[in-house]
């Protein structure tokens, strides 16, 4: 258990979370994320990618919606000049189905709102993130060691028991290299390690529908851009930076017939996106940018194109989560 885990159950435990909900020790906007919420369920995909189990995500949106005020895109305006309040936007990133079958239902039921992050390449192809199909790959690999080779520089062990550092070690490979080698290196782990590329039938069960997001629409969910194709923007010339955060901007909105104002960088670290990105999404007319290194907002939001937001993870146990959101000083 870590320290900060330890803490938030002594802290629970004391009662003194309570406290800390009722008293206000903070004001400004906590920005949560999550990806994926269910069962993992044996899947091959990326594991690190599921937030919360439905059971976990219900007591997560009860909590927030007891103690704290969830807001909407729409209430970022008022934000800049309100000095009081503690406010929380729950968000998703990319478009998973299980968005619409676990979480929306639960969003729901609690009257919450919450804003979604599409891929829409994702959603229009029906193809596997590159994440999920690193993590397809090691777990399908037929080898079980990938060879030292001059992307990963050493040898790395594809046995089941060695899975999750692999995968690791295989994407933060990928997420250092430049826009136009990404797809060599997808190639030549599906060659090394036997797998072969995902076939796209699987990818098919992965991602909601465009009506599946109409209807979140109609039932007060927001929308924001998260690209076409989900590069890492500042890997890339500013040509493909621009195509990448138009298009997904002018999909969206022809298929909800509104326009949007959110976009969330992929991956999210501060090295994600630059200046040229700030630069593409003020002239596609964003008005707000997210990334997702962690963080909060105290006293309104003093970089529209770089709001903090916090992972929420599954492994996180709910004393955690709690002390999160009730001190974000000390837990984000
Ligand atoms: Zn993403």
Same mark, same amino acid.
């Given at each position: 258990?870590?320290?900060?885990?330890?803490?938030?159950?002594?802290?629970?435990?004391?009662?003194?979370?309570?406290?800390?909900?009722?008293?206000?020790?903070?004001?400004?906007?906590?920005?949560?994320?999550?990806?994926?919420?269910?069962?993992?369920?044996?899947?091959?995909?990326?594991?690190?990618?599921?937030?919360?189990?439905?059971?976990?995500?219900?007591?997560?949106?009860?909590?927030?919606?007891?103690?704290?005020?969830?807001?909407?895109?729409?209430?970022?305006?008022?934000?800049?000049?309100?000095?009081?309040?503690?406010?929380?936007?729950?968000?998703?990133?990319?478009?998973?189905?299980?968005?619409?079958?676990?979480?929306?239902?639960?969003?729901?039921?609690?009257?919450?709102?919450?804003?979604?992050?599409?891929?829409?390449?994702?959603?229009?192809?029906?193809?596997?993130?590159?994440?999920?199909?690193?993590?397809?790959?090691?777990?399908?690999?037929?080898?079980?060691?990938?060879?030292?080779?001059?992307?990963?520089?050493?040898?790395?062990?594809?046995?089941?028991?060695?899975?999750?550092?692999?995968?690791?070690?295989?994407?933060?490979?990928?997420?250092?290299?430049?826009?136009?080698?990404?797809?060599?290196?997808?190639?030549?782990?599906?060659?090394?390690?036997?797998?072969?590329?995902?076939?796209?039938?699987?990818?098919?069960?992965?991602?909601?529908?465009?009506?599946?997001?109409?209807?979140?629409?109609?039932?007060?969910?927001?929308?924001?851009?998260?690209?076409?194709?989900?590069?890492?923007?500042?890997?890339?010339?500013?040509?493909?930076?621009?195509?990448?955060?138009?298009?997904?901007?002018? @999909? !969206?909105?022809? $298929?909800?017939? /509104?326009?949007?104002?959110? %976009?969330?960088?992929? #991956?999210?670290?501060?090295?994600? &996106?630059?200046?040229?990105?700030?630069?593409?999404?003020?002239?596609?007319?964003?008005?707000?940018?997210?990334?997702?290194?962690?963080?909060?907002?105290?006293?309104?939001?003093?970089?529209?194109?770089?709001?903090? @937001? !916090?992972?929420? $993870?599954?492994? /996180?146990?709910?004393?955690? %989560?709690?002390?999160? #959101?009730?001190?974000?000083?000390? &837990?984000?």
């Amino acid at each position: 258990m870590s320290k900060k885990e330890l803490l938030a159950k002594a802290l629970d435990w004391s009662g003194f979370n309570s406290l800390a909900r009722t008293a206000a020790l903070w004001n400004g906007l906590i920005v949560l994320n999550y990806h994926r919420v269910g069962d993992i369920d044996g899947s091959l995909f990326d594991h690190e990618l599921w937030s919360a189990s439905a059971e976990d995500f219900e007591q997560q949106v009860h909590f927030l919606s007891l103690n704290f005020d969830l807001i909407r895109i729409s209430d970022l305006d008022h934000l800049s000049n309100r000095h009081r309040g503690r406010h929380i936007l729950i968000t998703f990133d990319d478009g998973y189905l299980d968005n619409y079958e676990w979480a929306f239902p639960i969003l729901k039921a609690y009257n919450s709102p919450a804003t979604f992050f599409l891929t829409t390449g994702f959603l229009d192809e029906r193809k596997v993130a590159w994440w999920d199909e690193i993590a397809w790959m090691v777990r399908s690999a037929t080898q079980n060691t990938l060879p030292e080779n001059p992307w990963t520089k050493t040898a790395v062990s594809l046995k089941p028991d060695d899975c999750d550092g692999s995968i690791k070690t295989l994407l933060s490979v990928f997420k250092k290299l430049p826009g136009d080698k990404t797809d060599d290196y997808l190639n030549f782990l599906a060659e090394k390690t036997g797998s072969g590329r995902c076939p796209q039938e699987i990818a098919d069960q992965v991602w909601m529908t465009w009506d599946m997001v109409r209807e979140m629409h109609e039932a007060g969910m927001d929308f924001g851009g998260h690209t076409v194709n989900h590069p890492i923007l500042a890997n890339h010339p500013e040509e493909k930076q621009r195509f990448e955060i138009e298009h997904c901007k002018q @999909r !969206i909105e022809t $298929e909800i017939g /509104q326009t949007i104002s959110a %976009f969330s960088y992929p #991956v999210g670290g501060k090295d994600c &996106f630059d200046l040229r990105t700030r630069n593409c999404l003020k002239q596609a007319g964003y008005r707000w940018g997210f990334s997702y290194y962690g963080g909060f907002s105290r006293h309104g939001i003093h970089d529209q194109w770089d709001i903090p @937001r !916090i992972a929420v $993870e599954s492994e /996180q146990p709910a004393t955690l %989560f709690r002390a999160s #959101v009730s001190l974000p000083q000390v &837990f984000c």
